[in-house]
Each structure stands twice: as structure tokens, then as C-alpha cells.
């Protein structure tokens, strides 16, 4: 569904299901040239046992209007302006990569307004070598291939991620390539790069949350290798709340490489949410 938030359509995979406000709410929120459908097993399966779900195209990518987050903060902006569209008080927000940063800061500048933060293939800082930020401008299909070659760890999925045989790198590679058409104006993948390399709050934003905190690491993750995520990991627990950290055996694309481990490691977290009042 599109959501007007701050003037523009925000665009939420509800998966298939339709919004109700009586049910506990996930924001799930992707990584640098991804929208929504990266997390389509994990969304439907949410979706169809007792959660509102809004997969959400950040703003400027996919089906989404608006400008694309230039910044982290804004990125955290637009996810507590679609709680404030909906009249959502508080929800879970489940981030990828790009989006893990996002949905930390959200959490840490409304820790009222959150539940429960699952972060996947996070890490602080989240640096991006000169090379890759430089082609992402310069020649981007030259940086849609590097990512891919990085980000993943097996050429195809089990079937529960888009079924047998499936090919990853190909899959994605076409995924970035429409994200990227989606903006004419705006290169969103150098944008979404910066915004992630410029990110300097991260273990400040840790020590300010108020909730449980789920770590989903790839031990096999090249782009956001599982040691870069410990000094979140480190402020969290300083800050005192519950934290879990999930390693599975996939790289950086977990969602589709890992589906059934992501989706039972989310399933566990946000279950809680289930026996808590609204």
C-alpha cells in the first residue's frame, strides 16, 4: 500500500494481508539499491501469523516518491513518520545492512516508539572503500557486479527462498539494476553508499536504546563481516538491554541465502511481541 508521509508515497508490502491496527507491527526496512522484496519469505510468513507487516521501498527507490535519504537520520525519519501516518505507537523495525543503520537510529531517537530491533548484516562503521563508492557513481554496473560477488556466499538458495536452482547473483544483479532505473533524478545507489561510509552514531545510537536487541550475522558476510558488528553489539549491552546474537552460515545477501534461518531467528524475537500489550 502507499502511505503519504511528509508529502510523498511511501510504499509498504503489507504481504498480502491487510493493515490492522488491533496487531502488533514490523517495519522492515532494506539495504543500499534493494527494495521491499528482499525480505518476501520473512514478510509473508509474518504477514499470515498475527502481524501487521510493512516491508517499505525507502523514499526515492521502487514504488516510493520523495527524496532518497542522503543521511541515516533521514532514512530513521521516514520510518517514524510512517509509524506517525498510521497511528502506530510502537513497532518492531527488522533493517538489512543500510537499513540496520536506519533502523538503529530510529530506535535510539524514539526508544518509546519501538518494541524490538532485529539488526541484519549490520556493522559500525560501516565504511565503503574509495573504489566502490567511486564506480557507484561513475560506473555503476560495474558496482552492481563487485557487490554481488561480495555480498554472496552460495550461487542458489534452498528452495524456501524463491525456489530450486534459483540464481542469486542474477537475481540480485537484476533487483539493483530496477532500483536504479526507479530514480532518474537521483543516483540512489552512490547516495545510499555515502549516507552508510558518512555514518558516525552508531555505537552512541547502541547506548541509547531501550529494547531488545537481535544481532543476525552471516559468518560468512565479506561486506559486513560479523566482528564489524561489535561495537553496536558492545553498546547495546552497555545500555543495558536484552541482546541476542544469531550467526548463520551465509554472506551478506541473508535474507535469500539464509531464508529459513533469518525467518526462524525473527520468528523467536518478535514472538515476544505476541504475549506483550499493544
Known amino acids: 500500500m502507499l502511505i503519504d508521509v511528509h508529502g510523498a508515497p511511501l510504499y509498504a508490502y503489507t504481504g498480502g494481508r491487510p493493515f490492522d491496527p488491533a496487531l ?3 517495519v522492515m526496512i532494506h539495504g543500499v539499491l534493494n527494495d521491499h522484496s528482499v525480505w518476501i519469505l520473512q514478510s509473508r510468513y509474518l504477514a499470515h501469523h498475527g502481524f501487521n507487516v510493512l516491508a517499505i521501498d525507502l523514499p526515492g527507490h521502487g514504488r516510493s516518491g520523495g527524496d532518497p535519504p542522503a543521511r541515516v537520520a533521514d532514512g530513521a525519519r521516514t520510518v517514524l ?5 498510521l497511528g502506530v505507537e510502537r513497532a518492531a523495525l527488522a533493517g538489512h545492512s543500510f537499513g540496520s543503520l536506519i533502523a538503529l537510529q530510529a530506535a535510539a531517537d524514539a526508544p518509546q516508539r519501538v518494541s524490538h530491533l532485529a539488526l541484519v548484516g549490520t556493522a559500525y562503521p560501516m565504511r565503503v572503500s574509495p573504489a566502490l563508492l567511486d564506480a557507484s557513481l561513475h560506473a555503476p554496473e560495474k558496482a552492481i557486479a563487485m557487490v554481488n560477488v561480495f555480498s554472496h556466499s552460495t550461487l542458489a538458495p534452498p528452495p ?8 542469486l547473483y542474477g537475481g540480485s544483479r537484476a533487483l539493483m539494476r530496477r532500483v536504479l532505473a526507479s530514480n532518474p533524478r537521483v543516483n ?3 547516495r545510499g553508499f555515502v549516507a552508510c561510509d558518512t555514518y558516525q552514531d552508531g555505537e552512541a ?8 536487541v537481535q544481532f543476525i550475522l552471516g559468518a560468512r558476510d565479506q561486506m559486513t563481516p560479523p566482528k564489524a558488528a561489535q561495537p553496536l553489539i558492545d553498546g547495546a549491552r552497555a545500555a543495558g538491554v536484552p541482546v541476542e546474537v544469531v550467526r548463520l552460515p551465509a554472506g551478506h545477501a541473508l535474507m535469500t541465502e539464509a531464508p529459513d534461518g533469518v525467518l526462524d531467528a ?5 514472538g515476544r511481541m505476541q504475549a506483550q500489550p499493544a
Open 81 to 85: 513518520g510512517l509509524l506517525d501516518a
Open 24 to 26: 502488533p507491527t514490523v
Open 266 to 270: 525473527l520468528r523467536a524475537f518478535l
Open 188 to 190: 540512489v545507489f552512490h
Open 205 to 212: 545510537a547502541a547506548r541509547r536504546l531501550a529494547c531488545p
Open 160 to 167: 524456501s527462498a524463491l525456489g530450486p536452482g534459483t540464481w
